[in-house]
């Protein structure tokens, strides 16, 4: 799909809309991710291809149809689409995995450029999520840092270079993403003050704002954005003009997006028509 055009359908519909001109075989496939999205969503390749009586490639081959980069993408997209059709309280909530495996190659060079715009800084505050485990990974030549984060991961990557001081909010772990919800991170940054907030996104768009797939944990977002004396959005083209779920709050809000959307695609322009301070990267 094209990321200069702001996506009007999202995938559930576009599946439908797509199901009679499929062959038989693909028709199968969209009739399960229809009927039975969450254990299409839980379940990984293998699992659904047998349950299916397909093959891998063939699972592939029908992810593709709807412009994605594989089964992970997908994935996510449909996760995004059940939520926002049936917004259940009890959202399914994409694999870490999954997040993991989508533009590795996008998010590195988002968190490089992220780490060039804290140099100097001596306290920072992280967001859960891959690219803010990317971006942890990233620090390894920033200075000894105090770095907090609500997510396990995130901390284990920043962690591994041996010289930050590195925190965790508390709270309780969610399993899929490995990050922590809960009364607890507001206590861990209560009359606290960091320099910089590293934040991610699930959904970013000029009209809803920047959006998450969970409610506490767009309530935690915003406790993490009060700490910081500025917010850095971190985020890969996949995410403009997703549906849109628990809205975290206002484009107008943050202080800076880094993305690797291209430059000049319709969706950048219509953000810099609005003065939003967008920080282009490249992943070539």
Same mark, same amino acid.
């Given at each position: ?5 702001? =996506? ?11 199901? =009679? ?18 254990d ?36 996510i ?12 309280? =009890?959202?399914?909530e ?9 533009n ?24 859960n ?38 925190? $965790? ?11 922590m919800?809960?009364?607890? $991170? ?38 993490l954005m ?8 971190l ?18 809000? $943050? ?30």
């Amino acid at each position: 799909m094209d990321q200069g055009t702001p =996506s009007q359908k999202n995938l559930l519909q576009e599946i439908r809309d797509t199901r =009679s001109t499929l062959s038989t075989k693909m028709r199968k496939i969209a009739d399960f991710a229809l009927d039975q999205p969450e254990d299409f969503i839980r379940q990984n390749s293998k699992d659904v291809s047998k349950a299916l009586g397909t093959s891998e490639p063939t699972l592939i081959r029908f992810c593709k149809i709807f412009g994605v980069s594989g089964v992970a993408e997908f994935r996510i997209n449909l996760a995004l689409s059940l939520v926002a059709e049936q917004r259940k309280l =009890s959202a399914i909530e994409p694999q870490a995995a999954d997040r993991r495996s989508i533009n590795r190659s996008g998010k590195m060079a988002i968190a490089q450029a992220a780490v060039n715009l804290v140099q100097g800084e001596s306290a920072l505050l992280l967001d859960n999520g891959s690219t803010a485990e990317i971006f942890a990974l990233a620090i390894k030549d920033l200075p000894p840092t105090t770095i907090m984060t609500s997510g396990l991961l995130v901390a284990q990557a920043a962690l591994s270079h041996g010289k930050h001081n590195v925190v $965790v909010t508390g709270g309780t772990v969610r399993q899929a993403s490995m990050c922590m919800t809960g009364r607890l $991170v507001l206590e861990a940054v209560r009359d606290t003050q960091f320099d910089t907030f590293i934040m991610g996104a699930d959904c970013i768009s000029l009209e809803r704002g920047i959006s998450t797939f969970l409610e506490d944990e767009a309530q935690n977002t915003r406790i993490l954005m009060g700490a910081a004396r500025r917010t850095v959005v971190l985020v890969d083209g996949s995410k403009f003009d997703k549906p849109s779920l628990h809205r975290i709050c206002g484009i107008d809000q $943050v202080d800076c997006i880094v993305t690797d959307l291209p430059h000049d695609s319709e969706i950048a322009r219509q953000f810099a028509h609005k003065g939003i301070n967008l920080e282009f990267v490249s992943s070539d």
